[in-house]
C-alpha cells in the first residue's frame, strides 16, 4: 500500500504502450525491448487492438502498430484512431519495412517510424521515449493555452499565436474583432450557468468554423469576450448574424441573445496586440445598448478620445500633487416636510487643468474606473470632503453630512474600512457625517465580498446609499439582502418619467418599494417644480438638483447653506436672497390651511391611476351665511377645523385639496368601490368630530360627494361625477354624503 | 544448435544476436521458431493457386521475422519475393521459392541437430 501510495506521482509512473503487432517473433523482441521501462499490452489482431484502445486509451501513452495485420489493415485503425477525439491525441509509431507506406502514415498522423528488421534496442526506446514525452508535452500545452470551456485560444496564447501571424504576415492587412455577448450575466442570472456556458460554447464553435474558412485565429479573452484575428474582411455584419443564428436560430425570438461587435479593421502592427484589441472593443463599447446599431468601427474620433484619455492618465498625478480636482457640492433637501430642508450635500469632483480648462467627470470617472486610478481621486475627495465638513462645522457651528463616491475597485481594498475611518477621526467627524455612495452595479458583481464589506463600513456607522438604483439590472432581490440605508434613484430614470409623455408608474412602484423595505429615496437630476411636487406625492424622501441648486463651488454652498439653515450669512450673499422652493410651496398650497390648492389638484388629478381612485367632494354646510353674520375671521377658523380634521382623518396616500373657499377636495389612492364602507366610515367619522362644539366654534357639518372610478354608468370623469352626486342631494336639501 | 551452427548456415549472428541484447538462448529460442512457422506453408500454398495477395502476406510476415532474427538465408529471398508480390507482378517464383525452401529445410535441420 505504501509502495502505492509512494508512486502516487505522474513522472514515475510507468507509461502503458499497446504493441499491435502478429508476428510472435516480433512481439518477442520488442517485449524484450520495451518491458523493463514500460507496461506493454500486445495485440496480435486489429480486431483486438481496437478493443483494447477503446477501453484503456485514457491510460495509454503510445501504440506501435504494425501495418499488416491478419484481419483489419493498420491505415485503418491508424484512420481510425485519429477520427475518434477521444483517441486522437494517441501518439502512434508505425513499424514498417516499406518505405512507401511511411507518406500515408503521417498523413494519417502516424508520428514517426521504427523499421523493419528492428534497429537496436537502444534506438527503439529513444524514438519510443522522446515520442511519449512531445505528446505529454504537447497535452500540457494543449490544455495550457486552451480556455477550458470553448477550447478556444486564452489571452496569453492568443498574444502570442498573433504575434506569429503578424511575423509570418507582416504586410498583409489584418483586423481585430472583438465579440461581445449584451448582458451576458443576466443570461447566467436568468437560465443558470450551464445555459450560459453553452451559449459561450456555440459562439466559439462557430467562429472557429469562420475562421477556418479565411484564416485567423479566435480566442476568449474573459467571460464573453472573444477576441478574433483574420485577414482584413468587410464582412462583419454577416460573421455576427451567423453566429447570432447559431444561438437563435432564424426566427425572432422574444428572448433573443444579442452580440455586439467592435471592429479595429485593417490595424497598424505597430501597436501591440492588447492595444489592437484595446480600440475594438472600445469600438465594442460605442455600440453598448444601442438596440439598432450592433457592430462598431473603430475610428478617428475614438483615436482622439483614446490620446484624450492617454494624455489624462499621464497628467493624473501631478492634478493630485498641485490639487487641480476641485470639490463641488450639490445640496440635498428633505422635501418629507411642508417645506424642504437642506439634509445634506453630495461630492462632485472637478478636474481644472492647467491645458485643458475645466474637464468634466463624464469624461475621466470612467476612464479611472477602468484603470484604478479611481481610488486615489475617491481617497483625495474622501479627504476633502472631510476636511470642508470641519471647517463648516468650526465656522458655522452646524453639521452638514455629505455623500462620497465608494467606487467599486474601493470596495477590493482590504484598507478601506480603516483609511475611512482614519479620515473622519482625522477631522473630528462622526462616521454618520460622511455618507457613502456606491454604486448599484458594484453590487451585482461579487456579491458576497460586497455585502461583507459594505456591513463592516455600516457596523461602524457609515451610512450607505445605493447609487445609481435603476440604471442596471436592478435586481428587486438586492433591496432585502443588501446593507444599504437609502435608494439613490438614477437620474435618468428621473428624466425618462418625465419625458414628453410623463409616465410615472414605475417611478412611484420603486419608491412604495423601498418604502415597504423602510428605506428612503434620493431623486437626482430633479429640475422642475413639477418633478419634485410628483415626488413628493410619491413619498420621495430626498431630492436634489437643479431645481434648488446646481453643484457649487464650497463658497459658493456656503452662501447658499446660510440661506436656507439660516446661518449667519456670508458678507456677499447679503442681500441674494431668492427664495425659489418658498415661491414653489406657495404656488402649490392654499395659504390659509396649507392643504393642496387648485394647481396642485390639477396635477395630481392627472396623475392618478385613476383604475382606482375614489374623489370625494366636500362643501361646508350653510357657509355663506355663517360668513355673512360671524365674519370672515370665524369662517377661516372653520376652514382651519376642517382641514386638520380631514388631514388626520384621510391616510397619508390620499391628497387633500381646498379648491373653493367651502369647498375640498379628497382624492383617495388605492381605493375601488368594494371599499366604499370605510371611506364612508371616514366621512361619518369626520363629520362626528366637527358636530362637536369648540370654544370659538359651533358644530360644522360637510355634504360629501363621492364617485370611484369603477362606478357603474360614468357621465362624465370621476371628479364630474361626484360634483353631480353633491349637486343632487343639494337639491334634495339632504346632508352627509352621497355616491354617485 | 550453437550460433557457431548459424554462423556457418550464413546468418548474420552479430547483427541478430545484437538486437536480441546479446542475450544468446534468447536469441536461439527464437530462430527454432521459425522453421514451423505457418507463414512458408501459407506463401507456397498461395502460390500454387496463383494467389498473390495472400502470399504476398505470407512472405511479409517472414520477411518480418527472419529479418529480425537476420536469418540471411531465407531473409534474402524472402525480401525479394515480398516486393515482388507487393507489386502482384506475374512471375515464375519457382527458383525464390526453392531459395527459401532450402534455407527453410537447412534451418531445420540444424535445428533439430
Known amino acids: 500500500m505504501q509502495e502505492r501510495e509512494m508512486d502516487f506521482r505522474p513522472s514515475i509512473d510507468k507509461r502503458c504502450i499497446l504493441i499491435i503487432e502478429d508476428e510472435f517473433i516480433n512481439q518477442e523482441i520488442l517485449r524484450m525491448f520495451l518491458s523493463d521501462s514500460y507496461d506493454l499490452v500486445l495485440a496480435g489482431t486489429g480486431t483486438e487492438a481496437l478493443d483494447v484502445i477503446c477501453t484503456r486509451y485514457e491510460t495509454l501513452s503510445l501504440i506501435l502498430l504494425d501495418l499488416n495485420l491478419p484481419d483489419i489493415g493498420g491505415l485503418d485503425i491508424l484512420r ?3 477520427a475518434d477525439s477521444r483517441t486522437a491525441r494517441l501518439p502512434v509509431i508505425v513499424m514498417t519495412s516499406d518505405a512507401d507506406a511511411e507518406v500515408e502514415c503521417l498523413t494519417l498522423g502516424a508520428i514517426d517510424f521504427i523499421p523493419k528488421p528492428y534497429p537496436q534496442q537502444k534506438v527503439v526506446l529513444a524514438r519510443v521515449l522522446r515520442t511519449i514525452e512531445l505528446s505529454e508535452d504537447r497535452d500540457t500545452l494543449r490544455w495550457t493555452e486552451r480556455d477550458q470551456l470553448t477550447g478556444l485560444y486564452n489571452k496569453e496564447f492568443f498574444n502570442r499565436y498573433a504575434a506569429q501571424l503578424d511575423i509570418h504576415h507582416r504586410d498583409f492587412p489584418t483586423d481585430a474583432i472583438v465579440l461581445n455577448v449584451n448582458h451576458f450575466h443576466m443570461i447566467n442570472d436568468r437560465y443558470g450557468r450551464s445555459f450560459g456556458d453553452e451559449v459561450l460554447r ?49 426566427g425572432q425570438s422574444e428572448n433573443r441573445i444579442r452580440l455586439r461587435m467592435g471592429v479595429y479593421s485593417d490595424v497598424d502592427k505597430e501597436l501591440d496586440i492588447e492595444r489592437r484589441f484595446d480600440r475594438a472593443k472600445l469600438a465594442a463599447d460605442s455600440v453598448k445598448g444601442s438596440v439598432t446599431k450592433v457592430i462598431g468601427l473603430y475610428d478617428s474620433s475614438m483615436y482622439e478620445a483614446e490620446l484624450l484619455s492617454e494624455q489624462l492618465i499621464e497628467d493624473f498625478p501631478a492634478a493630485i500633487r498641485e490639487r487641480q480636482f476641485q470639490v463641488y457640492y450639490q445640496p440635498k433637501f428633505d422635501v418629507r416636510p411642508s417645506e424642504p430642508i437642506l439634509s445634506s450635500a453630495e461630492a462632485l469632483v472637478r478636474w481644472l487643468h492647467p ?44 453639521t452638514l453630512p455629505v455623500s462620497v463616491n465608494v467606487s467599486r475597485v474601493d470596495l477590493y481594498d482590504p484598507e478601506l474600512v480603516g483609511k475611512l475611518q482614519d479620515i473622519v ?23 458576497a465580498q460586497i455585502i461583507e464589506k459594505v456591513t463592516q463600513l455600516r457596523d461602524l456607522g457609515f451610512q450607505i446609499e445605493m447609487d445609481d438604483f435603476g440604471s442596471g439590472y436592478s435586481s428587486l432581490n438586492m433591496l432585502t439582502t443588501l446593507p444599504i440605508d437609502a435608494l439613490k434613484l438614477d437620474m435618468q430614470f428621473i428624466r425618462n418619467a418625465f419625458r414628453e409623455r410623463k409616465d410615472t408608474r414605475l417611478l412611484e412602484v420603486m419608491i412604495l418599494l423601498a418604502e415597504s423595505f423602510e428605506l428612503p429615496t434620493i431623486a437626482e437630476g430633479v429640475e422642475t417644480a413639477e418633478q419634485l411636487f410628483t415626488l413628493k406625492m410619491m413619498g420621495c424622501a430626498i431630492v436634489q438638483g437643479y431645481y434648488f441648486s446646481r453643484p457649487l463651488p464650497p463658497e459658493e454652498f456656503e452662501s447658499f447653506m446660510s440661506q436656507k439653515r439660516n446661518l449667519p450669512p456670508s458678507a456677499e450673499a447679503k442681500g441674494k436672497k431668492i427664495s ?36 370625494l367632494i366636500a362643501n361646508i354646510d350653510d357657509y355663506a351665511n355663517m360668513k355673512k353674520n360671524r365674519g ?64 370659538d366654534l359651533g358644530p360644522i357639518t360637510l355634504s360629501v360627494g363621492i364617485a370611484f372610478s369603477d362606478r357603474e354608468h360614468p357621465n362624465g370623469d370621476v371628479f364630474q361625477d361626484a360634483d353631480s352626486a353633491l349637486r343632487r342631494m343639494r337639491e334634495i336639501r339632504q346632508t352627509g354624503y352621497a355616491v354617485y | 544448435m550453437t550460433i557457431d551452427d548459424l554462423k556457418a548456415y550464413g546468418a548474420d549472428t552479430a547483427e541478430g544476436l545484437r538486437r536480441c541484447m546479446n542475450n544468446e538462448s534468447f536469441y536461439l529460442r527464437l530462430v527454432k521458431m521459425i522453421p514451423g512457422d505457418p507463414n512458408f506453408q501459407k ?43 507487393r507489386a502482384r507482378t506475374q512471375t515464375d517464383y519457382a527458383a525464390l521459392i526453392t531459395q527459401i525452401r532450402q534455407g527453410r529445410d537447412e534451418l531445420a535441420h540444424i535445428c533439430e541437430g
Open chain 1, 80 to 82: 481510425q484512431v485519429k
Open chain 1, 202 to 250: 456555440r459562439i466559439a464553435e462557430k467562429l472557429l468554423e469562420i475562421v477556418e474558412e479565411t484564416g485567423g485565429i479566435v480566442g476568449r479573452n474573459m467571460a464573453d469576450i472573444f477576441w478574433i484575428y483574420c485577414p482584413h474582411r468587410t464582412d462583419y455584419a454577416a460573421i455576427l448574424d451567423e453566429v447570432s443564428n447559431a444561438l437563435n436560430g432564424d
Open chain 1, 355 to 398: 491645458t485643458l480648462g475645466m474637464v468634466s467627470p463624464g469624461v475621466f470617472i470612467d476612464l479611472f474606473e477602468q484603470n484604478g486610478l479611481i481610488s486615489t481621486l475617491d481617497q483625495y475627495v474622501w479627504s476633502e470632503v472631510a476636511a470642508q465638513i470641519r471647517c463648516w462645522k468650526e465656522r458655522f457651528g452646524v
Open chain 1, 425 to 447: 477621526t482625522r477631522n473630528g467627524l462622526t462616521s454618520r457625517e460622511l455618507l457613502l455612495e456606491i454604486t448599484e452595479s458594484a453590487y451585482t458583481e461579487d456579491a
Open chain 1, 580 to 615: 425659489r422652493d418658498r415661491f414653489t410651496y406657495d404656488a402649490l398650497h392654499d395659504s390659509l390651511t396649507g392643504l393642496y390648492n387648485n394647481s396642485a389638484f390639477e396635477i395630481l388629478f392627472h396623475d392618478a391611476d385613476h383604475d382606482h381612485i375614489a374623489v
Open chain 1, 632 to 695: 370672515r375671521v370665524y369662517v377661516n377658523d372653520m376652514v382651519c377645523r376642517v382641514a386638520d380634521v380631514l388631514r388626520s382623518s384621510f391616510r397619508s396616500v390620499d391628497h387633500i385639496c381646498r379648491l373653493r373657499e367651502e369647498e375640498f377636495v379628497v382624492i383617495m389612492t388605492r381605493v375601488t368601490s368594494s371599499q366604499k364602507e370605510m371611506v364612508f366610515s371616514k366621512i361619518e367619522s369626520v363629520n362626528h368630530t366637527l358636530r362637536e362644539e369648540t370654544e
Open chain 2, 43 to 85: 506463401l507456397y500454398d498461395a502460390l500454387d493457386v496463383g494467389d498473390l495477395g495472400i502470399a504476398f502476406e505470407g512472405a511479409h510476415a517472414l520477411k518480418g521475422s527472419t529479418g529480425n532474427l537476420s536469418l540471411t538465408p531465407i531473409f534474402a529471398p524472402v525480401s525479394e519475393i515480398t516486393e515482388l508480390l
